[in-house]
């Protein structure tokens, strides 16, 4: 237990004390949850966002879900990429079907256009809503 | 003002608990002041947590939080009144003597610590991503779980299909605090290792009849390294040790009941075996386990009539939580194939490789230092040297879970199996950690046999 008492220091006493902290390791992004949930909330609403995260990667894996975590009520699906290249499995999706495409250590590809970098690790890309 | 907010969440659930503990202990002259706070925090955050789901389906919001508050409350108070009019009066009991108070002085300063390290340390991964995210999406929604988390397979990695015992108590204190607050809401799982604690120091030294060899046992239990800094211990809010405590506390009052006519002790461990299946999905493995030893027992005793009345509660509560969950339309992640003896038959090359890794993971000391070996002797005495209905039992207790949780490992879906099994399997051994504390406190005074003898 000695070794659990001296790691670590108490608080910050904050509701989002643990995602935050997480986001901050892995992303190096400060209240993270704030700036994730603000950007969530500027997509097309009641479209799923679409996460793209690497099988062979937890950290990335471990984003993902993270991501799915805040996003809520947004449905959200997670695309694992194993032997697939991201291009295929982002073709494979209709645009008009999706809020937005978030990447999790993973590079979208550059046919998709500007996406807005949240910290080191994710990528997001939103897809506009189309005109009727 | 958070404090308060936060003290009001914990007193209703303590009045809750306080008043189904007192019901229970209707016709006792004499009440342990020590062992009614911990059965009351258990039942408090059973109830609290049932009712949190139950209503739910109806109110939302304020209302819900109203409905839930006055229903504590109306039960603290029918459970004290009860109490008054029986007469029972409330006992502190004591450490006698320089040894006691050392040991009673340790596992004091062993809770605080653990409270402590807890501030320290975020939610880990299940705390977070299974627990959390159910009471904060619940909170979120007014009170309940909403339909649509049911379904989403995106969130599947977050098993949906758990019960809601652990993430409803959280949910229990945001409502009362106004936010999913991560950090408060964790304040639980210490409350659950210091019940936890004390519990086993107290059924330890009833059934032993040595007080000091209860308060040992209690004040070994974080010397586990797994359980005070592993991925599935106290301090990261998994719902393992929870669960643990809850089996003890079943465990150990089904023990304390054989030879005696106190209907109280059979009647908290019939309440604790309910609301095992409540606290996480092993709790179904941990429930059938302990009806067939309950069922052993009431048959040497010829209580075959309650034990079959005691039942009622677990099945109801399992039945109706596979109901809502196929009504909700369930996502789950599939770890684990449906158990067929054909994919038993596929998958009978892994029960080589199973049993190394349970060996393996067992006799790993960075996790659990001397404890299964400690174990492995006390289960070695009360098998062999010093069998009774008592010892029995509660070596099975031990060893049925671990084999069944070993087993399930043969249908595990995971593209290695033995990496599913090292990466849970420890967390599952938490589930027996308590009871084979409870075992090894039976043996340390060598006992020589007594009238619970049973005849081969």
Redesign the interface.
């Given at each position: 237990?000695g070794?659990?008492?001296s790691?670590?220091?108490?608080?910050p006493?904050?509701?989002?004390?643990?995602?935050d902290?997480?986001l901050r390791t892995l992303t190096g992004l400060r209240n993270a949850s704030q700036r994730l949930d603000e950007v969530f909330q500027s997509l097309p609403k009641n479209k799923?966002l679409i996460?793209f995260v690497r099988a062979d990667n937890p950290p990335s894996g471990?984003l993902g879900?993270?991501i799915?975590?805040l996003s809520?009520?947004r449905?959200?699906?997670?695309v694992k990429l194993r032997n697939t290249p991201v291009e295929q499995e982002v073709a494979a999706i209709d645009p008009s079907s999706a809020a937005g495409l978030a990447f999790c250590s993973v590079s979208p590809p550059p046919s998709l256009g500007k996406a807005i970098r949240l910290g080191s690790n994710i990528l997001l890309v939103p897809v506009p809503e189309a005109n009727p | 003002m958070i404090l308060l907010q936060l003290a009001a969440a914990y007193i209703t659930l303590l009045g809750a608990g306080l008043g189904a503990t007192l019901l229970i202990f209707t016709r006792a002259a004499r009440l342990n002041v020590i062992e009614c706070g911990c059965l009351a925090w258990l039942f408090g955050t059973g109830i609290v947590s049932l009712l949190l789901w139950v209503c739910g389906m109806f109110a939302s919001g304020l209302a819900l939080q109203a409905v839930v508050t006055i229903a504590c409350v109306a039960l603290g108070l029918i459970g004290w009144r009860t109490k008054q009019r029986a007469g029972a009066k409330f006992a502190l009991p004591l450490p006698r003597g320089a040894i006691e108070w050392i040991l009673a002085s340790l596992i004091v300063i062993?809770i605080a610590?653990?409270f402590?390290?807890s501030?320290?340390?975020?939610?880990g991964?299940d705390?977070?991503?299974v627990w959390?995210?159910k009471a904060?999406?619940a909170f979120?929604?007014g009170g309940s779980v909403?339909a649509?988390?049911y379904s989403?397979?995106?969130?599947a990695?977050?098993h949906p299909e758990y019960p809601l015992g652990i993430p409803f108590a959280e949910l229990w204190l945001y409502l009362w605090i106004g936010?999913?607050?991560?950090?408060?809401g964790?304040t639980i799982f210490p409350v659950f290792y210091a019940v936890g604690a004390v519990l086993l120091a107290l059924l330890a030294a009833r059934l032993s009849r040595r007080r000091w060899i209860g308060l040992l046992v209690a004040g070994l239990l974080?010397?586990i390294?797994f359980l005070?800094?592993g991925s599935g211990g106290v301090?990261v809010a998994y719902a393992d040790f929870p669960l643990g405590v809850f089996y003890l506390t079943a465990l150990g009052y089904l023990l304390y009941s054989l030879g005696r006519n106190e209907p109280h002790s059979f009647l908290i461990y019939s309440s604790c075996l309910a609301l095992l299946p409540w606290v996480k999905s092993e709790g179904v493995i941990l429930w059938f386990i302990l009806v067939l030893l309950g069922l052993v027992a009431s048959w040497r005793q010829r209580k075959l009539r309650a034990f079959m009345l005691i039942l009622g509660p677990g099945l109801i509560l399992l039945g109706s939580w596979r109901l809502y969950l196929k009504l909700m339309h369930v996502v789950s992640a599939s770890d684990f194939a449906l158990p067929t003896l054909q994919t038993l038959q596929d998958n009978a090359g892994r029960i080589a490789p199973i049993t190394c890794v349970l060996f393996s993971e067992i006799m790993k000391i960075s996790h659990w230092s001397i404890f299964w070996l400690l174990t492995g002797l006390a289960l070695a005495y009360l098998l062999f040297l010093f069998r009774n209905m008592r010892g029995l039992l509660l070596a099975s207790a031990i060893l049925l879970p671990i084999i069944i949780y070993s087993s399930t490992y043969l249908f595990s879906t995971w593209p290695s199996y033995t990496a599913h099994m090292t990466s849970s399997f420890p967390r599952l051994l938490l589930h027996v950690v308590p009871a084979a504390w409870l075992a090894i406190g039976l043996v340390l005074p060598l006992p020589k046999g007594d009238s619970l003898k049973v005849r081969f």
């Open positions: 237990m070794h659990a008492v790691e670590n220091k108490t608080g006493i904050e509701a989002s004390h643990t995602i902290n997480y799923p996460i471990f879900m993270l799915a975590y809520w009520p449905d959200v699906r997670i | 062993e610590t653990l402590f390290v501030c320290k340390h975020t939610l991964w705390g977070l991503l959390d995210i904060r999406y979120i929604n909403p649509s988390y989403n397979p995106g969130r990695f977050s936010e999913p607050h991560q950090f408060w964790k974080p010397f390294p005070t800094e301090i």
